[in-house]
């Protein structure tokens, strides 16, 4: 009884100290890994010389959105452009030029937790579906857009939320997935490895359950994969990029699940935030040419 007496004195503090220290340090990494870096936004459509009205919108659970609507001819189709995490609308200008020239209805917006001004954490994944549902309505309440011609062009989170929101909207006939993945844990692993070095398969499970409890009442789980079934029926580019082999090696295994109408490219760098004007010529040209194929083209000209 003293021995174990001297053993709850000494130890059972060292261990809870210990216990405490780590759910904080495991804290503070979540924390950081939804919230990342504001993304200023040094240039404006206007500096593309394009026509833009600043609009704003709710997610189903409250969380508020904003995006840059740029308009096209009356009766084109629409195309809703998610960037990536921590990338900002500003980042995919030039790609919105470019289909603004094709004769696209374009709303350009930062995802949750993303862009100059985040109102909220991002959920990696989780709740950017909704948000992009969310949005897609936004955009068919814009005038002048064909709403049963919708597409959705997305990198990573934004990617993946293009995917499942695709899924459960029969209007969206094209998607381009630029580094997508199938399960949130997935992109978990890949930002403790990108961002700070840790390759850890507890550590990623750790941080996937502390991801579901800032998610709770959400009823989604970071395993949950895409609906590939529902799917099938439409057109959908993969991307990925030399420059992303993890989520290259990703993406290709979510588009081996997925058929039949899809097509997947490799290209030197997918979209990230910093890439050289050729760079952005050849990802932009390859975007608008599917689009223009598989979304009936706008009204301008093609490629």
């Known amino acids: 009884m003293v021995q174990v007496s001297r053993f709850v004195r000494l130890v059972l503090p060292a261990l809870l100290v210990l216990l405490g220290g780590t759910l904080a340090g495991l804290a503070v990494l979540t924390f950081r890994m939804v919230h990342p870096a504001a993304v200023p936004e040094p240039v404006h459509p206007s500096h593309y010389l394009l026509p833009s009205m600043e609009l704003r919108w709710r997610s189903s659970d409250g969380v508020d959105l904003a995006g840059w609507w740029i308009p096209g001819p009356k ?12 990338m900002g609308r500003a980042d995919v200008l030039s790609l919105a030029s470019a289909l603004h020239r094709e004769g696209y209805n374009l709303l350009v917006f ?53 995917l499942v929101a695709a899924a459960g909207d029969r209007a969206v006939r094209a998607v381009v997935a630029d580094s997508p993945f199938d399960r949130v844990q997935d992109f978990i692993g890949v930002r403790l490895r990108e961002d700070w070095g840790l390759d850890n398969g507890l550590l990623e499970m750790a941080v996937a359950g502390m991801l579901r409890l800032y998610t709770v009442g959400s009823g989604l789980s970071p395993g949950e994969p ?15 990029g030399e420059n992303r082999p993890e989520l290259g090696r990703l993406g290709a295994a979510l588009f081996d699940r997925i058929e039949p109408r899809k097509e997947m490219t490799t290209l030197p760098v997918a979209r990230v935030r910093v890439m050289t004007e050729q760079e952005q010529a050849a990802y932009d040209g390859l975007v608008v040419k599917f689009f223009h194929l598989n979304l009936e083209g706008g009204a301008g000209t093609g490629p």
């Open 226 to 240: 895409v609906p590939a079934p529902e799917l099938s029926d439409r057109n959908i580019l993969f991307i990925r």
């Open 75 to 86: 009766g084109a189709p629409g195309i809703v452009m998610a960037p990536g995490h921590a």
């Open 110 to 162: 930062s995802q949750r937790g993303c862009g100059a001004a985040p109102s909220s954490g991002s959920t990696l994944g989780l709740r950017e579906p909704d948000d992009l549902l969310a949005t897609l309505e936004r955009l068919r309440a814009q005038p002048g857009v064909d709403v049963g011609k919708l597409g959705v062009w997305g990198v990573d989170s934004g990617a993946r939320a293009a």
